[in-house]
Nanobody
Framework: QVQLQESGPGLVKPSQTLSLTCTVS??????????WSWIRQPPGKGLEWMGVITYDGSTYYSPSLKSRTSISRDTSKNQFSLQLTSVTPEDTAIYYCARAQGVYYGMDYWGKGTLVTVSS
């Protein structure tokens, strides 16, 4: 059973960088063409896909967030991470990490999500 767990600060100040880590258990982030995504949901709004890192380390980002987003990984810890720079209160959201069978597949495993609030 694959499990994903988000971790990171719950409060970030405006203009700072939001950093989150997703720890994966029950499966390797380098295996089987898997694609590992970050998705967020602002209060009262729908899900927004932010970006993905694939099994071989390739990254793809949402065009609307590309200039502020970076996804990386630590294969020794079976983790992948999100950095979002220059945050504003509009970046307040529940942030999820998730797995797909490939870049063009839907998500089959999700973390529980973590609320990040951007406020001074």
């Amino acid at each position: 059973q694959v499990q994903l767990q988000e971790s990171g600060p719950g409060l970030v100040k405006p203009s700072q960088t939001l950093s989150l880590t997703c720890t994966v258990s029950g499966g390797s982030i380098t295996g089987n063409y898997y694609a590992w995504s970050w998705i967020r949901q602002p209060p009262g709004k729908g899900l927004e896909w932010m970006g993905v890192i694939t099994y071989d380390g390739s990254t793809y980002y949402s065009p609307s967030l590309k200039s502020r987003t970076s996804i990386s990984r630590d294969t020794s810890k079976n983790q992948f991470s999100l950095q979002l720079t220059s945050v504003t209160p509009e970046d307040t959201a529940i942030y999820y990490c998730a797995r797909a069978q490939g870049v063009y597949y839907g998500m089959d495993y999700w973390g529980k999500g973590t609320l990040v609030t951007v406020s001074s």
